[in-house]
Every structure is written in structure tokens, then in C-alpha cells.
């Protein structure tokens, strides 16, 4: 088993472009999540969610869009990326809330 | 919302010695208490968690404590080695909602 797949590993983005970060799982998982990780802030979340075709809002939500369109896999999207976000990405799924979440490897992105 | 604060955010200790890590967390309500250990360059990875109908957990060098009254829970690291050098985070989640909020963060740093 992959566990947590993600891709890219590395972008480096214009101010205005935009990507789509993508996440699979091989583990069956219900639950998956999107996390940015900034110097001393932590793990935030930015969107997840608890099934295949539902979404939902995490804290920091601004400026990303996500779906869910197949269980294995949960996109990530910025329609016009920004230099604040500039971060590295992690993925995670589990198979319920208060199970275990595997992360995947992170996406570092750069936008400038 | 649920908010978890984590102390210290940088700790250096020496080979052998022990290691602590405090959380506290504000909703009252929160049952689940995770912590992940994150390697550089790698995503978060599950080390031990805790529910709240115990007290404490073991796992070999690590222990978790909770204290549901005042709201805290610790991660105690014994006879540390180089190996346990990473980023630690704490998090907490209450079974009726559906995500996990983490702490900031502690860099653990065990000098030979």
C-alpha cells in the first residue's frame, strides 16, 4: 500500500495563477483533509471532508476550493494564487474522526 | 471553536534525560487527544493517543496524562535519543464534530 499519495512535491507559482495540488489514498479512507503548515503556526486546516462528494470549510478556507468527486482522491485548487499562500501542504485521511490521520509527504509551494 | 495551545515551542534536552510537553485545550467537550511526531521533510506521523475516560497511556518511552479538569493533557518522552529529534504536536477533537484541532507545535532537539 501507497498510503498517502501527493502531487506535486514542489511548485513555484506567479502571483495570479493558478494550480490544483492533488491527494490519493489507497486505505479506503472516509475521512480526508487538506492542511497548510506555516513557521509557528502548526497544522492548519483548510477544507475537508467526510465522504466521497462532500466538502466542508476548515479555519483558514480563503482563496481555495476542493472536491471530492471519488473516494480515493481530494483535490485541492487556488484560482489565483497569492504570495500569503506561499506554505507547505499536507494531506491526510482517516477512517473516522478519532482514528488515526496519515499524512501524506507535503507539497511545498512558492508563489511569487 | 475548540483552541489548543502547546508549551514549550522549542525544548533541547540531553541524551538519556526526559522530555515534557504540555497542551491545554478550551473546549470542554473534547474527548480525543492525538499527538503526532513530524520528522524533517516528512508529514506527521501518529506516535500514541488518549481518550478521555483514562488518565494515562504508555507506550514503551512514551506516556500520555490527561487532566480533564483543568484541561491539559502532556506527552512525557523518557531516555530520549537522537532519534526522538523532531517537531511534536498535540490536538483535540470532540466526537460530536468533525475535525481535529492541533497545537502549534514543539521542536524537540536531543543533543549526543
Known amino acids: 500500500n501507497a498510503g498517502v499519495t501527493q502531487t506535486p512535491k514542489f511548485r513555484v507559482l506567479k502571483t495570479g495563477q493558478s494550480m490544483t495540488l492533488l491527494c490519493a489514498q489507497d486505505?479506503?479512507?472516509?475521512?480526508m483533509y487538506w492542511y497548510r503548515q506555516d513557521p509557528g503556526m502548526g497544522l492548519r486546516l483548510i477544507h475537508y471532508?467526510?465522504?466521497?462528494?462532500?466538502?466542508a470549510k476548515g479555519e483558514v478556507p480563503d482563496g481555495y476550493n476542493v472536491s471530492r468527486l471519488k473516494k480515493q482522491n481530494f483535490l485541492l485548487g487556488l484560482e489565483s494564487a497569492a504570495p500569503s499562500q506561499t506554505s507547505v501542504y499536507f494531506c491526510?485521511?482517516?477512517?473516522?474522526?478519532?482514528?488515526?490521520?496519515?499524512f501524506g509527504p507535503g507539497t511545498r509551494l512558492l508563489v511569487l | 471553536g475548540e483552541n489548543v495551545e502547546q508549551h514549550p515551542s522549542t525544548l533541547s534536552v540531553q541524551e538519556g534525560d526526559s522530555a515534557v510537553i504540555k497542551c491545554t485545550y478550551s473546549?470542554?467537550?473534547?474527548?480525543?487527544f492525538p499527538w503526532y511526531k513530524q520528522e524533517l521533510g516528512k508529514g506527521p506521523q501518529l506516535i500514541i493517543d488518549i481518550r478521555s475516560n483514562v488518565g494515562e497511556k504508555k507506550d514503551q518511552r512514551i506516556a500520555v496524562t490527561l487532566n480533564k479538569t483543568a484541561k491539559h493533557f502532556s506527552l512525557h518522552i523518557t531516555e530520549t535519543q537522537p532519534e526522538d529529534s523532531a517537531v511534536y504536536f498535540c490536538?483535540?477533537?470532540?466526537?460530536?464534530?468533525?475535525?481535529?484541532?492541533f497545537g502549534t507545535g514543539t521542536r524537540l532537539a536531543v543533543r549526543p
Open positions: 486505505m479506503n479512507h472516509e475521512y
Open positions: 473546549d470542554s467537550a473534547s474527548n480525543y
Open positions: 491526510a485521511s482517516s477512517s473516522d474522526l478519532q482514528e488515526t490521520q496519515y
Open positions: 471532508s467526510v465522504g466521497e462528494g462532500t466538502t
Open positions: 490536538a483535540a477533537s470532540e466526537s460530536s464534530g468533525d475535525k481535529l484541532t
